[in-house]
């Protein structure tokens, strides 16, 4: 079976969430999150995780994980600016799908932490 590497840029409390799956799953998307979204490339995960998710204080993690690459094959790629840019969109509604096409388990491959902009008490 072809597989092919994705990477997802996460906060602490969907880290926490996969953690609690055994590493096996993306948690549900809350009500205003309608599109779950792993990234094609590390690079672009990083600047998720880095630039927008260590914002305020709070600390970025870079996963990365494996999905079979014919389950891929009904999602077109995204692109959301540069090229580098690319991602899928999943509908959440359809992530419980998604996950059971995840091969082996979902790994953190990098960790940013933020600096908090509230003043110090």
């Not at 840029?9 to 309608?34: H, I």
């Not at 096409?101 to 960790?111: D, K, L, Q, T």
């Given at each position: 079976?072809?597989?092919?590497?994705l990477f997802?840029?996460?906060?602490?409390?969907?880290?926490?969430?996969?953690?609690?799956?055994?590493?096996?799953?993306?948690?549900?998307?809350?009500?205003?999150?309608?599109i779950?979204?792993?990234v094609?490339?590390e690079?672009?995960a990083t600047?998720?995780?880095?630039?927008?998710?260590?914002?305020?204080?709070?600390?970025?993690?870079?996963?990365?994980?494996?999905?079979?690459?014919?389950?891929?094959?009904?999602?077109?790629?995204?692109?959301?600016?540069?090229?580098?840019?690319?991602?899928?969109?999943?509908?959440?509604?359809?992530?419980?799908?998604?996950?059971r096409?995840?091969?082996?388990?979902?790994?953190?491959?990098?960790?940013f932490?933020?600096?908090?902009?509230?003043?110090?008490?």
């Open positions: 079976m072809e597989l092919t590497t997802r840029p996460v906060g602490g409390n969907e880290l926490d969430l996969v953690r609690e799956s055994g590493w096996r799953a993306f948690p549900q998307r809350l009500p205003e999150q309608p779950f979204y792993p094609l490339n690079e672009y600047q998720i995780a880095r630039d927008w998710n260590t914002r305020d204080g709070g600390t970025g993690y870079v996963l990365r994980f494996e999905v079979e690459t014919e389950y891929l094959k009904q999602f077109p790629i995204q692109t959301a600016g540069s090229r580098i840019h690319q991602e899928y969109w999943i509908s959440a509604d359809r992530l419980d799908e998604f996950n096409h995840i091969a082996g388990s979902i790994e953190v491959v990098s960790e932490r933020g600096r908090s902009t509230d003043p110090v008490e």
